[in-house]
Nanobody, 119 residues
Framework: VQLQASGGGLVQSGGSLTLSCAIS????????MGWYRQAPGKQRILVAI??????RYIDDVKGRFTISSDNTKNILYLQMNNLKPEDTAVYYC???????????????WGQGTLVTVSS
């Protein structure tokens, strides 16, 4: 299984970006996909997760970020609106069983894409 993240860049505060994660390989045994981020000097944290049961977000991004997937194209998305400087981080996509994606111990990661939000 391979993941390829893209879509990061430099944006002004209040702007929007959409991250994409192209997924290839056999994912039939996986039931969760997520986006993590790692800000400079901080730990990597789970930002949003999507399963067959729905989506969940951390409080900091609720109402601003939307995670979605196109299962026909095997692409995971993260639509980010009203971006803030504190959203600046490297964003990583992840896939696996739910009990491994949530604690961040699934082995399948994208390479990361940098999002920089200027004030």
């Amino acid at each position: 299984v391979q993941l390829q993240a893209s879509g990061g860049g430099l944006v002004q505060s209040g702007g929007s970006l959409t991250l994409s994660c192209a997924i290839s390989g056999d994912t039939s045994s996986f039931n969760a996909m997520g986006w993590y981020r790692q800000a400079p000097g901080k730990q990597r944290i789970l930002v949003a997760i999507i399963t067959n049961s729905g989506t969940r977000y951390i409080d900091d991004v609720k109402g601003r970020f939307t995670i979605s997937s196109d299962n026909t194209k095997n692409i995971l998305y993260l639509q980010m609106n009203n971006l803030k400087p504190e959203d600046t981080a490297v964003y990583y996509c992840n896939i696996g069983p739910l009990n491994r994606v949530v604690p961040g111990i699934s082995h399948y990661w994208g390479q990361g894409t940098l999002v920089t939000v200027s004030s």
